[in-house]
């Protein structure tokens, strides 16, 4: 698909992810009501000569609204966004809908830990 790009040899990536998320959904075992909204910036810098330098921004919004109060008809949304600045590699390109998960690769994928800023209710 992309044979230009060497994936199999060394590459190295310095970067920094952060991100935000506002959560006043209720806090059932099955949610009813409330909003989750996140937002994650990311930059990588690649140290490699031809490395990919790129930005990412995506927000992730969902809402859950019972109009009844009475848990017997709930409507849900979700709705993702997101753009992808500079050149990045085929592996780091944008996933909406799921968590960060390939930040840097060194012959295989590197999962990240987020720490996100929460506020609630």
Known sequence: MHPNENVFA?????GVVTGATLDTRDKNI???TGILW???FMAVKGLNRGGHNFGQIETDFSFLYDPGNDYKLVFANRTGVGTTIGDAGYYQ??????TTTCVVSINGVLPVKRWPLTISR
């Open 93 to 98: 390109q944008l996933k909406l809908g799921v």
């Open 30 to 32: 099955v949610q009813h």
């Open 38 to 40: 996140t937002t994650n």
């Open 10 to 14: 060394g590459q190295g990536n310095v």
